[in-house]
């Protein structure tokens, strides 16, 4: 049976397209890449929510959905804005509809703000080039998401802001000495999500 995620990309158009010269691809068509590159027959839709008149997918929609992909973002939930809301907004139709979300750095932004985290800057200052010393929490070390990861490891990431306040049903299952929430479990209205500060993708 075909896979069928939705990835919904963080950036606004300016955004994307100035990725898209950089490294040829947008962070979402990236993203669909490595989603094809797991699973070949996988079928990926993209979305723009932070484009103004974007079309998004109502209930029903994502209901027809196995999966869900956010991507990360040059945009930063503090500064609020229609460009933030809307992806907001998004996220928790998507807990509400049950279809099981992952994110990465703004995905887990959106993730944690949606369910009522807080995002801001982060205070210890930047993350950049690679997050040293990711450690899973006691929670992580049996989670399928840090499955096979050593007591200690680095991964890609490039980030100024952090979730500050977990949402209420939040399990922190990795950090590090500049990052509390590095990979996290959000549950809230019926939905999983599975976010990570650091880049996988």
Same mark, same amino acid.
């Given at each position: 049976? &075909? ?5 919904? &990309? ?55 959905? %196995? ?59 930047? &993350? ?25 490891? %680095? ?6 802001? +952090?979730?500050? +306040? ?13 990052? &509390? ?21």
């Amino acid at each position: 049976m &075909e896979l069928r995620v939705l990835i919904v &990309e963080g950036n606004t158009r300016e955004g994307r397209e100035g990725y898209a010269e950089s490294y040829g691809v947008t962070p979402a068509e990236a993203y669909a890449r490595v989603v094809r590159w797991i699973a070949p027959d996988a079928a990926c839709d993209i979305v723009h929510p932070a484009d103004a008149g974007a079309a998004l997918p109502g209930s029903a929609a994502l209901e027809s959905y %196995d999966a869900v992909v956010l991507t990360g973002s040059a945009l930063h939930v503090y500064h609020g804005g229609p460009a933030v809301t809307r992806q907001i907004e998004l996220m928790r139709a998507v807990y509400r509809s049950g279809v099981p979300a992952f994110g990465s750095c703004w995905g887990l932004q959106i993730g944690a703000a949606a369910a009522g985290g807080t995002v801001a800057r982060n205070p210890a200052g930047r &993350e950049i080039g690679f997050a040293r010393n990711i450690a899973p929490t006691q929670a992580g070390r049996t989670h399928p998401l840090l499955a096979g990861r050593p007591a200690a490891f %680095d991964a890609p990431a490039i980030h100024l802001d +952090v979730v500050t +306040v977990a949402p209420q049903r939040c399990s922190i299952l990795a950090q590090n000495g500049l990052t &509390e929430i590095q990979a996290a479990e959000i549950m809230h209205e019926g939905g999983t999500f599975w976010g990570v500060q650091y880049h996988p993708e």
